[in-house]
T-cell receptor, first 114, second 119 residues
Framework: SQKIEQNSEALNIQEGKTATLTCNYT??????LQWYRQDPGRGPVFLLL?????KEKRKERLKVTFDTTLKQSLFHITASQPADSATYLC?????????????FGGGTRVLVKP | GAVVSQHPSWVICKSGTSVKIECRSL??????MFWYRQFPKQSLMLMAT?????????EQGVEKDKFLINHASLTLSTLTVTSAHPEDSSFYIC???????????????FGPGTRLTVT
């Protein structure tokens, strides 16, 4: 069966350090992978999308890598700030048209301490 | 751009009653809308996908007669939880994909969610 796994344990990190989150998947061949941020009691907010033919994507202090051989994506927050504290979700598409659905991992909670 | 709103943001209802949740795309046309449910400390679980003007496609295990979805226009979808029970208490989130300035076809734009509590 299809699975998307993220580390369920919270990641505690000191301000200024780099936070690295992992998303592993099995029995998927996604055309792209997305990362979202979710704050408590709020809907997710889109951060980054990386396509199957891309190895790395950057946006400001965020960096995402995508290894379709390992079936893994890494999400990095560099120079982390307390405002980065949130739950981060990875999501995979079901291959097909742009209107297709996303399936989300369980999310990893990040807590950045000042 | 690409803002999605939900109403109400929270609702408390008695067991056996029905509750309607609205999801609106404010500044773009939502060709596809998705409804998710999220239990505490769990991820989003897709309930159904709806395209404007057609019947919703429900995920396995989601009762279509209990969770009625209507996508009557390109800016509005509604989810009605019929005969709600305490186990239906959850955080319901909608999202939309669409066309228009400020959108791209791959991104889902999420609403702020609706907290439903059934007593």
């Amino acid at each position: 069966s299809q699975k998307i796994e993220q580390n369920s344990e919270a990641l505690n990190i000191q301000e200024g350090k780099t936070a690295t989150l992992t998303c592993n998947y099995t029995n998927y061949s996604p055309a792209y992978l997305q990362w979202y941020r979710q704050d408590p009691g709020r809907g997710p907010v889109f951060l980054l999308l990386i396509r199957e033919n891309e190895k790395e994507k950057r946006k400001e202090r965020l960096k995402v890598t995508f290894d379709t051989t390992l079936k893994q994506s890494l999400f990095h927050i560099t120079a982390s700030q307390p405002a980065d504290s949130a739950t981060y979700l990875c999501a995979l598409d079901s291959r097909g048209a742009a209107g297709n659905k996303l399936t989300f991992g369980g999310g990893t909670r990040v807590l950045v301490k000042p | 751009g690409a803002v999605v709103s939900q109403h109400p943001s929270w609702v408390i209802c008695k067991s056996g009653t029905s509750v309607k949740i609205e999801c609106r795309s404010l500044d773009f046309q939502a060709t596809t809308m998705f409804w998710y449910r999220q239990f505490p400390k769990q991820s989003l679980m897709l309930m159904a996908t709806s395209n404007e003007g057609s019947k919703a496609t429900y995920e396995q295990g989601v009762e279509k007669d209990k969770f009625l979805i209507n996508h009557a226009s390109l800016t509005l979808s509604t989810l009605t939880v019929t005969s709600a029970h305490p186990e239906d208490s959850s955080f319901y989130i909608c999202s939309a994909r669409g066309t228009g300035a400020g959108t791209n076809s791959y991104e889902q734009y999420f609403g702020p969610g609706t907290r439903l509590t059934v007593t």
